[in-house]
């Protein structure tokens, strides 16, 4: 009997890790002998907004924070501190 995963997302509200997680991401599956998709099947972009510091989660490609209309930066930046 074979296993197989047929859907794995980046979304998390804690760690909020970015798509070019993926390699780390598939390593798991990979070493337990299980059928994975070749890349994330729901794609969360995150990113923390330098103006209010509040967490967004982009949408369509529109990088500009829901909380203040501030432009949100392109690069991955979660693990910047909050304060």
Known sequence: MSRASNEISNQST???PDVSSWPAVAQAPD???VV???GFTHE???RRCHS???????REEDFVCVFCDEPLPREWN???PES
């Open 14 to 16: 804690g760690y909020c």
């Open 31 to 33: 070493l337990a002998a």
């Open 36 to 38: 994975r998709p070749s």
């Open 44 to 46: 969360v972009v995150f």
């Open 52 to 58: 209010c510091r509040e967490l967004n989660v982009v």
């Open 78 to 80: 979660v693990d910047t």
